[in-house]
């Protein structure tokens, strides 16, 4: 732990208060304190690459956290071949992230998509979108991926949760007369409140971090449309080379997931 993620850790935060730039080496590296979080915090990008990575978080965890407890709630009913849905589900969180982005810039394609294929056969457009190529759409198209790659793992964790629930509480909610919709919200959802905190944070703290997804579809672009904190992390430090506010940025980054990883945790306690 020590070599793997402290050593990181600390680097990164010695890197943040120096100035260095690879680009201009006879400049050399100098200490400055904390004037790289005062320009990072000056910055318009950097509060635009908050903000959108706020709304790619929410969004996609949403997305990812409503219907993977709807396909688990299926998926946990008694039916033939279950076992076999059971397993094909989980191909999109097996499958490599970078090689699930390249299938869905494929199937986003403005030319010969699969997507523009199928709107067009079913006549909601006339001619081919380019999905990734603006602003309105390429931030939705990525948060589809997201979206698709995360959901198995949301459907293992709900489905963990409702194989421990003892099925004597149903058959006494039965028994008092409640229907499907009362078990649901008094028993199901109460019972799955663990599984719901341990996969949420997981799920917020990956997505916040998303990178490789962003980076193979649009690379933040258009126009900086899918520029996420990370996504500007790495091109402030491997692009511009300027070390210095790329370890802020790294740093700012950590900060804020421990903060709310700490205020989520303990809003759920409080509420037991």
Known sequence: MLLIVAYPILLTVRTALY????????????????????????????????????????????????????????????FKIRGLYRTLILIPWVTPQVVSA??????????????????????????????????????IAAVINDMWIGIPFMIVVFLSGLQGIPQEIYEAARVDGANKWQQLFKITLPQLKPVFLTGTILSIIWTFNSFN?????????????????????????????????????????????????????????AKE
């Open 102 to 139: 390249i299938i869905w810039r494929w199937v986003y394609n403005g030319e010969y998509g699969m997507l523009n294929y199928v709107f067009m056969k079913l006549g909601f457009i006339s001619e081919g979108i380019s999905w990734l190529g603006h602003r309105s759409t390429a931030f």
């Open 213 to 269: 997804i962003i980076w193979v579809l649009t690379k933040g672009g258009p126009v900086n449309a899918t520029e996420t904190l990370v996504i500007k992390t790495y091109k402030e430090a491997f692009s511009k080379f300027d070390l210095g506010i790329g370890g802020a940025y790294a740093v700012t980054t950590f900060i804020l997931l421990m903060i709310f990883s700490l205020f989520y945790w303990n809003l759920f306690k």
């Open 19 to 78: 100035h260095e730039v690879l680009t201009r080496p006879w400049e050399g590296v100098e200490f400055a304190g904390l004037s790289n979080f005062t320009k990072l915090l000056q910055d318009r990008e950097f509060w635009g690459a908050l903000q959108r990575t706020l709304i790619w978080t929410v969004s996609s965890v949403m997305g990812k956290t409503l219907i993977g407890l709807a396909i688990a709630l299926v998926l946990n009913q008694k």
